[in-house]
């Protein structure tokens, strides 16, 4: 008590300059991690696996289509392919939803971006070959592989999602991962792909 009423003391005897210095000061208010959560890209679902056949024409036909919506986690799978040995191109959509208003969360958990980052640069299920310097897709894009090496994959993080797409013959044809044969029709379908399952 006698130390607060020395503080006021000193600031009453010090006149004009230290009440001024006084008011100049501001106190910052504690910020919520809500404030730090920036917007999802991705709100509402992917379009389906139908959705994309008609919107990408030169895929193979349809054989497999998934959805999935679990709390914030949404995805689509799909598998375009012709049989028995024709090309076949995998389609995989995630994306995880921010929960800015729940304060016990970790911002781990409440940013779908960060979420997405984490999966995107630690995934371990493939092998990494390297940027694809060449294609302009979302804010990073890929080449990966799996580790049996016959099949080339796009992996791209695009705000709040990780989409990602493969390129294989069916048959037992393995494909060099690295090579045009393989990446060339990927390339060629992955602006398409991206295209449309853009939010508008």
């Not at 910052?28 to 008609?54: G, I």
């Not at 028995?84 to 929960?99: C, I, K, M, N, R």
């Not at 940013?111 to 493939?126: C, E, I, V």
Request: glycine share 8%; net charge neutral; charged share 20%.
């Amino acid at each position: 008590m006698s130390l607060l009423l020395l503080g006021l003391g000193a600031a009453a005897c010090g006149g004009e300059r230290d009440l001024g210095s006084l008011s100049s000061l501001s106190v910052t208010p504690s910020v919520s991690p809500s404030a730090t959560v920036a917007q999802d890209k991705y709100v509402a679902m992917f379009p389906n696996c139908q959705e994309l056949a008609r919107k990408v024409p030169n895929l193979p036909p349809l054989r497999y289509n998934k959805d999935v919506s679990a709390g914030g986690y949404r995805g689509v799978s799909c598998e375009f392919a012709t049989p028995p040995t024709g090309s076949s191109v995998s389609v995989e959509l995630t994306s995880w939803q921010s929960v800015p208003n729940d304060p016990r969360l970790p911002p781990e958990v409440i940013s779908g971006q960060r979420a997405a980052r984490d999966r995107f640069t630690n995934d371990t299920d493939l092998v990494n070959d390297g940027a694809a310097q060449d294609l302009r897709l979302g804010e990073q894009v890929k080449w990966q592989r799996p580790s049996n090496n016959d099949s080339c994959y796009l992996t791209i993080l695009d705000g709040n999602a990780v989409l990602r797409f493969r390129y294989s013959i069916l048959g037992g044809t393995r494909l060099d991962p690295k090579s045009e044969q393989c990446r060339g029709p990927l390339r060629e379908l992955a602006k398409s792909l991206y295209d449309a399952v853009q939010p508008h």
